[in-house]
């Protein structure tokens, strides 16, 4: 009884926000050399597209390169229930994971195997921003009272050049440098 694995992979954050489009898919787990191109080009074989979505790094060491995943809205849902087809097909070295964008609707606590889904409606459910703020205030003071475990001392453990590694990387550098010293001193000079 094997669990499958693109049902425990989260959905990032949608840069199009909009929960009503339910024809949006997510595309996760390409490989980062899968073109915008060469993906756009499969993806429109199944129907019109509305929103091509191909998300990249904005900053850091990966700047410009893939996240790994995309969002695409197809004009019609048949097109992107067929395009859901292309879960676990291989592109280049990777498997696809392809799903639903947004969940879809579930009536409220859902149970699913040992565990109780609640599904949230947005209208009653919305949560303030000052609850937000208590939120993130209180998970700071908790990251403050263990901050002891993430601390890092700055203080060397021993002066510089006083491991065994740097006193031998010494006496072999003083070495090469009197072998050289000598070499020179033997030979006299000629024109």
């Known amino acids: 009884m094997s669990q499958d694995i693109s049902s425990t992979i989260p959905i990032p954050e949608d840069p199009i926000n909009d929960v009503s489009d339910d024809c949006r898919i997510w595309i996760g787990n390409m490989d980062t050399r899968l073109t915008e191109y060469s993906l756009l080009k499969v993806l429109k074989k199944f ?27 197809y004009e019609k849902r048949e097109d992107a229930k067929k395009a859901l087809s292309l879960n676990g097909k291989m592109a280049l070295s990777k498997k696809l994971i392809v799903k639903w964008a947004h969940n879809e609707k579930q009536p409220d606590n859902v149970k699913t195997g040992t565990t109780t889904v ?39 453990s021993a002066p510089p050049g006083s491991s065994s590694l740097s006193s031998a990387n010494l006496k072999l550098t003083a070495k090469h440098t009197s072998q050289n010293s000598q070499k020179h001193q033997k030979k006299p000079y000629r024109r």
């Open 47 to 73: 129907g019109s597209l509305k929103h091509f979505d191909f998300i990249y790094h904005k900053s850091g060491v990966d700047k410009g390169k893939s996240k790994g995943y995309c969002f695409v809205s």
């Open 118 to 156: 609640t599904t949230s409606n947005k209208d009653t459910d919305t949560i303030s921003p000052e609850s937000k703020i208590r939120q993130i205030e209180a998970k700071l003071r908790k990251m403050e009272e263990s901050q002891e475990d993430f601390t890092m001392s700055f203080k060397p």
